[in-house]
């Protein structure tokens, strides 16, 4: 079975750094594109990129890229999302999710992960 | 354009048919795929592909494409369906995905 647990929630100061993490189980970590996908409190879902585990090939949404960096460890099937200096605009959840599909026209996140809620007050 | 649009707001009478629309140019060519958000949970995925549920779902749920419009179908619907719905696709380039702005079901 496949499950995707989210590190807990965070408190942070504005300029501090932070780093989730998606830990994954049930399934090849290195087959799946893991997106991650922000909501900001009372809004819509964000997608922010995906990460390819198995060759580390990642694609930002051009207003998070240069803001959050996504990596992955393949020996503990855990991916990350990264912040070297936090404001108080980055307060929301953040949720991983796995994405399937053809490849070409046809993707879903099908699994995700509980959200990790980063609090960054001002 | 790389965006999906949603109509903020919908609502159904108890077990009556609602249709939730997303639009955009990119939806010409890539299907949408449908979230269910519930207060203080993760989304869940109700349709995607040309017209699949992921397992679990009811067949209540369906969808469909027409030109630059994706549509998800709630056929009797339940009061456990109110939600808020987002569609999800590929942008016009094709490289990154987008999320459309979500869609508030009210079940009266």
């Known amino acids: 079975e496949v499950h995707l647990v989210q590190s807990g929630a965070e408190v942070k100061k504005p300029g501090e750094s932070l780093k989730i993490s998606c830990k994954t189980s049930?399934?090849?970590?290195?087959?799946?594109?893991i997106g991650w996908i922000r909501q900001m409190p009372g809004k819509g879902l964000e997608w922010m990129g995906i990460?390819?585990?198995?060759?580390?090939?990642?694609r930002y949404r051009p207003s998070f890229q240069g803001q959050v960096t996504m990596s992955a460890d393949n020996a503990i099937t855990t991916a990350y999302l990264q912040w070297d200096s936090l404001k108080a605009s980055d307060t929301a959840m953040y949720y991983c999710a796995r994405l399937e599909g053809d490849g070409y026209n046809s993707d879903y996140f099908h699994y995700w992960g509980q959200g990790t809620l980063v609090a960054v007050p001002s | 354009s790389s965006e999906l649009t949603q109509d903020p707001a919908v609502s159904v009478a108890l077990g009556q048919t609602v249709r939730i629309t997303c639009q955009g140019d990119?939806?010409?060519?890539?299907?949408a795929s449908w979230y269910q958000q519930k207060p203080g949970q993760a989304p869940v995925p109700v349709l995607y592909g040309k017209d699949n549920r992921p397992s679990g779902v009811p067949d209540r749920f369906s969808g469909s494409k027409s030109g630059n419009t994706a549509s998800l179908t709630i056929t009797g619907t339940q009061a456990e369906d109110e939600a808020d719905y987002y569609c999800?696709?590929?942008?016009?380039?094709?490289?990154?995905?987008?999320f459309g702005g979500g869609t508030k079901l009210t079940v009266l």
């Open positions: 999800n696709s590929r942008d016009i380039s094709g490289y990154f995905l987008v």
């Open positions: 049930g399934y090849r970590f290195t087959e799946y594109w």
């Open positions: 990119s939806l010409r060519r890539y299907y």
């Open positions: 990460i390819y585990p198995g060759d580390s090939d990642m």
